[in-house]
């Protein structure tokens, strides 16, 4: 026989006010089932607490009933005081009479008998609970760290220094990132390089981590605690351990016209060529597209002149595979490119600035190459048509940010601050050039950046213009930059030697098909979801899948490395316990009656159901039938609504659950 | 070929120069326009400015019409009231509601099904390979700047013609019978439009900037599908030389002029003799 407990919270005055708590607990009382009923002004204090453990001592209570706040609030306050005294935690269930009653009722009456209604279910319901214990999954104490760039850097040292392996994954030869090709930071104007290439180093020489460049993430099994990882390694056509990093190669290699990704078409490259020389590892990789002896067979070069003899023009593309309990994910990002050639129907690229066809108009990054002292001019500020040093230059701020004609609706947050910076950089360099800023508005929260940008206007002298810049056209060898400065209300024109446009940050190229890979969620513009924007920022739903830097969101260097910080805090909590728990309100497959249609199989949103087959003990196939991987179900429920057998249960919210519920409304 | 023909107030009126050469230039291409029985005015920018309802009423009598007496296609040379037909029958073909009380107010149903185009779509229909095949002279010598002005593409999203900020329609098909369009900056400028009647320095301003980068960037005469920019751009040259101290001496021409010289046509047929600039 069920011998059920009903506790009303007043939650102060924000139940109470507008539900009358003795009345709900009195009419509780006399619900079939309930042994005791009472309220109480804060149930989830200690005194409350206590309460309840002695309740469920004294009346010797089978379930527990907490009419209070939303279960997402306290569910595992009162499952764990339960737990205390013995009773299973999942004996416990909530009425939730303030969110779904109190906060948006206002008649007291007709709010009270609402509540009372609320209670009633969650009596009918918990007749039905019954015990379930907490699924134990084993962990593989080695993480994954998918893009080594600031944040990857971070999260990947902060969980290897704690002790634990890391396997560090990076498409481009080099770690590093867009960091790495940074000229100084903001706010403090510290060289980028300076800060970062130490931790690169410390990453390249970690016992612990285990460095793939040039790879890729191909596919992800299993689950959390437990993923197989295989890993693309792209043909390098240079041998690791061999090679040296001496430069000979690069040195003699004829192919010298390739575009460097690194300074971002600023400059040139070799075929066979470290992106930068403070790379790590700071080994070659031969571009096959653009190597003679790769594409035409006849040169090395490179080959003749390696003294290690290092050279492997038949090296392929391999995959490994690699076991890990967590996977952090730090792709970052990539720039709006304003050309025509979109990506998406939905972007338009900017016709009014060219659409990439004059020289001068370049991006940030193009510019951090130009002002960076490692970059293709060695800091010399040189305009990309003729390398004459521009005396006026022109920023344009929110260029497809903040524009939902055709670019994105959201704020990229860092560039007012970099273009600050870059006033600065240009000013610092040119002492007679001007810098313009065309800007929507000053975003400088921050420390000390509000401060940097009055620097920026009040002692460098940038000139800022409040407003949109309507047309680049170029006439004579400069840029007609027209616009509007909206303060001053009048148009302006500026002829200018070139023109910088703060793009909009879009996640690098390529992370959605990850994201499905990791079952992680992403928004419409591609960054991925994190689990509850406030409380839980570096958590997927995909259980121990983590994200940090700028995948997630636009960030600064300081935002993405705290959160990088914050997701090796995470894997590190997972990694301290013997054994994963994780809750059981998963779904169970009933194999008897499955009829091994699959319809949940395709359904699943995390992959967490597989084919599996009942064989005798000869080993003679009985059935097939689904079955639920307890590591991966995360208890969405999808697969009970579709299952047409009505085999699939989703525990803690059984049909009879369900049912008894609605069975006591009617 | 038939289609439907919207002249607008500027093509009876003012810019009859323009109606002659485009009805010549087509007539050569074997394309029959037959004109809109009892079309109204398309509002352009007085009611827009004035009256929502009325912006959409005024065009929609008119498309009302043309889906009555069967035209799939209906030609407006004007910019302003092709932009103002388009606008209206976007409007009335997404909108149920809105369908049923124009159908009302203009007494005529309409469902925004007539395909609305300018001259330079018309040209497309046609083909301009076809247009090519037809062409008897060689424009070569010529070097036009096509200029766009503000309303052949613009906005963007009602006209869904070219490329709103770097078109090129009119250099393809110019280019196709010899010409040598030349590359230049103000091509989607506005060239003061109506400001012509109230103030008049903005205009000679605006048009004095046009001629002047066109000449910069080497073109021996421009080229237009507008009224107004021709009214601004020829009509007013004289004035834009006197206010500026400058002889700019450039031949404006519609685009209907250049391909119906490229087909064979004299000036006097295309009414290019009827304009205020003349070749010295």
């Not at chain 1, 059920?4 to 539900?19: L, P, S």
């Not at chain 1, 609030?73 to 416990?92: D, I, S, W």
């Not at chain 1, 728990?581 to 249609?597: D, G, K, L, S, W």
Request: aromatic share 6%; proline share 4%.
């Amino acid at each position: 026989m069920a011998r059920i407990g009903v506790f009303v919270c007043w939650c102060g005055e924000n139940i109470a006010r507008n539900v009358d708590c003795g009345k709900v607990s009195e009419a509780a009382s006399r619900f079939p089932g309930v042994v005791c009923s009472v309220d109480y002004k804060y149930m989830c204090s200690d005194p409350g607490q206590a309460m309840i453990r002695e309740r469920i001592i004294k009346d010797r209570l089978t379930g527990v009933v907490v009419a209070s706040c939303s279960p997402h609030m306290h569910l595992k306050t009162f499952r764990k005081a339960a737990e205390q005294e013995g009773l299973n935690p999942y004996l416990v269930e909530m009425a939730n009479i303030r969110e779904h009653c109190s906060w948006v009722h206002h008649d007291k009456e007709k709010a009270t008998a609402k509540a009372i209604e609320l209670v009633r279910m969650a009596v009918a319901k918990v007749m039905y609970n019954h015990p379930l214990d907490p699924i134990r999954v084993p962990v593989t104490k080695r993480a994954l760290v998918i893009g080594g760039g600031v944040a990857g850097i971070q999260a990947a040292l902060d969980i290897a220094d704690a002790g634990y392996e890391v396997v560090m994954v990076e498409r481009e030869p080099s770690i590093g990132g867009k960091m790495a090709g940074l000229s100084e930071t903001f706010p403090t104007l510290d060289c980028s390089q300076c800060i970062l290439t130490p931790r690169m180093v410390e990453v390249g020489q970690h016992p612990k981590i285990r460095l793939h460049t040039y790879s890729e993430v191909q596919s992800v099994e299993g689950y959390v605690g437990n993923f197989k990882v295989n890993i693309l390694k792209r043909a390098r056509y240079v041998d690791m351990k061999k090679c040296t990093g001496c430069g000979a190669c690069w040195n003699a290699c004829p192919s010298k016209k390739t575009l460097s990704e690194f300074d971002f078409g600023m400059g040139t490259r070799t075929a066979i060529y470290v992106p930068f020389p403070q790379a790590v590892p700071a080994r070659p990789v031969i571009d096959a597209n653009a190597c003679l002896m790769l594409t035409k067979g006849k040169c090395g070069l490179c080959e003749k002149k390696c003294a290690a003899k290092a050279i492997m023009f038949d090296d392929k593309d391999q995959v490994v595979t690699e076991e890990v309990g967590a996977i952090v994910v730090a792709t970052g990002y990539r720039l709006y490119g304003i050309g025509k050639q979109q990506d998406s129907a939905k972007l338009a690229g900017y016709g009014e600035y060219g659409y990439d066809k004059y020289k001068d108009v370049i991006d940030s990054l193009q510019f951090e190459r130009i002002v960076s002292a490692s970059g293709p001019t060695n800091g010399e500020i040189k305009r990309p048509s003729d390398g004459k040093t521009p005396k006026t230059v022109v920023f344009i701020q929110c260029v497809g940010s903040r524009d939902n004609a055709k670019g994105m609706a959201y704020c990229s947050k860092i560039c007012c601050m970099y273009t600050a910076k870059h006033t600065m950089l240009y000013k610092h360099k040119v002492h007679d050039g001007e810098a313009h800023v065309f800007y929507m508005d000053i975003r400088a929260g921050g420390k000390n950046y509000d401060e940097f940008v009055r620097r920026a206007i009040e002692q460098d002298g940038a000139k800022y213009h409040r407003g949109r810049v309507s047309k680049i056209t170029e006439e004579d060898g400069k840029l007609i930059v027209r616009g509007v400065d909206t303060l001053a209300n009048e148009p302006v024109t500026i002829e200018a030697d070139l023109v910088v446009l703060a793009s909009a940050m879009r996640p690098a190229d390529g992370v959605e098909e990850l994201a499905q890979k990791l079952n992680v969620g992403y928004d419409e513009y591609g960054f991925l979801s994190e689990s509850h924007p406030k409380l839980r920022p570096v958590e997927t739903n995909a259980a121990g899948v983590f994200v940090c830097g700028a995948c997630q969101a636009p960030k600064d260097i300081p935002e993405a490395v705290a959160q990088a910080s914050a997701a090796a805090s995470k894997v590190l909590g997972m990694f301290s316990k013997p054994e994963l728990t994780r809750e059981p309100e998963i779904a169970i497959v009933n194999e008897q009656t499955c009829a091994a249609c699959f319809a949940c199989v395709r359904t699943c949103p995390y992959n967490a159901i597989e084919r599996a087959e009942i064989r005798d003990r000869k080993g003679n196939l009985v059935k097939r039938t689904a079955r639920v991987n307890p590591g991966l179900c995360m208890g969405c429920g999808t697969c009970v609504a579709i299952c047409p057998s009505k085999s699939i249960e989703l525990e803690g919210f059984t049909e009879q659950q369900i049912y008894a519920q609605i069975g006591s409304l009617v | 070929m038939e289609i439907g023909y919207y002249p607008g107030c500027a093509l009876h009126g003012s810019s009859n120069d323009y109606e002659r050469s485009v009805r010549a230039c087509l007539n050569a291409l074997g394309v029959n326009l037959r004109e809109l029985d009892d079309w109204i005015c398309c509002g352009a920018t007085a009611a827009h400015s004035l009256n929502q309802k009325l912006a959409v009423a005024l065009p929609a009598r008119s498309l009302g019409i043309a889906e009555r007496d069967g035209y799939d296609d209906l030609l407006a040379p004007c910019p302003m009231c092709s932009m103002e037909l388009l606008k209206a029958k976007m409007l009335i073909s997404g909108d149920a509601a809105l369908r049923k009380e124009m159908s009302e107010v203009v007494e005529l149903p309409v469902e925004g099904r007539t395909s609305v185009l300018n001259l330079i779509q018309v040209f497309q229909r046609i083909g301009y390979d076809k247009v090519k095949e037809a062409a008897k002279v060689s424009l070569s010598g010529y070097k036009p700047a096509c200029y766009y002005g503000c309303l052949l593409t613009r906005p963007p999203e009602v006209l869904r013609f070219d490329d709103c900020e770097q078109p090129s329609s009119m250099e393809t098909l110019l280019a196709s019978l010899g010409a040598a369009p030349v590359e230049w900056n103000y091509k989607t400028e506005c060239c003061g439009a109506g400001m012509t009647m109230c103030n008049e320095d903005t205009v000679l301003n605006l048009s004095h900037k046009i001629l002047s980068n066109a000449a910069r960037h080497g073109a021996n005469c421009v080229v237009v599908a507008c009224p107004m920019c021709h009214v601004n751009l020829d009509m007013k040259q004289a004035d834009v030389e006197r206010r500026y101290g400058v002889q700019h001496g450039m031949m404006i021409y519609y685009l209907s002029d250049l391909v119906g010289l490229a087909l064979g046509l004299d000036e006097e047929a295309l009414g290019i003799n009827r304009h205020y600039v003349s070749k010295r």
